[in-house]
């Protein structure tokens, strides 16, 4: 058996109905899959094909809860997403068995230190310290469901305020698309968590607000900011 110099957790996300956990190996993350948050950022939706970012599988936050508000930033945004994890293996797959590599789906928030992406995106620097940090990444109990979902209203509610709505059916690129598209650069299976975009109405939270994202027939995700 082999000996580590010290423990370090697994990350690992909780399935419902079940005892077992969900571990994570990878956390991919589309840049834009939805046309209206491409134009509130800028961008033609029309043109793109997807691109990703990541985070760190230990920038997940299990079920929600409290978390800090982040260092560094004085614009921190909520971004509500549908988040598939994988079961595969899947590799430079079709549409069609990249569907077949689904093991369920979970509600996500892709917390994104704005200010820091908006000035790498300015310099052409990456991303990490805008997207990959602590407690980013919070998200709901995985519902195993074999199938790609297809269509239900994606929302998040900030104090009791709809601040962003939107529909599964709104994404550019479906599931399968996405998982076939990054399967051609990487060999995905099991461990695996696509964050798959965020609908329009993104904005800036504060300490003490408290968010909820609901997916139809996914599930729902509380987080409140601490100071
Ligand atoms: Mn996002």
Known sequence: MTAYLFDIPVPAVPVIGESALYPVRRVFCVGRNYAGHAREMGSDPTREAPFYFTKPADALVPGGGAIPYPPGTANLHHEVELVVALSG???????????????????????????????????????????????????????????????????????????????????????????????????????????TGTPEGVGPILAGDRLVGRIAGVGDLSVTITG
């Open 89 to 195: 293996p899947v590799f430079q797959a079709t549409a069609e068995e990249a569907a077949g590599a689904v093991f369920g789906h979970a509600v996500g928030l892709d917390l994104t230190r704005r200010d820091l992406q908006n000035q790498a995106k300015d310099k052409g620097r990456p991303w990490c310290l805008g997207k990959a940090f602590e407690f980013s990444a919070p998200i709901s109990p995985i519902r195993r469901c074999p199938t790609p979902i297809q269509s239900g209203e994606i929302v998040l509610e900030v104090n009791g305020e709809v601040r962003q709505r939107g529909d599964i059916s709104d994404m550019i690129w479906a599931i399968p698309d996405v998982i076939a598209h990054l399967s051609r650069f990487y060999h995905l299976g099991l461990g695996d968590l696509i964050y």
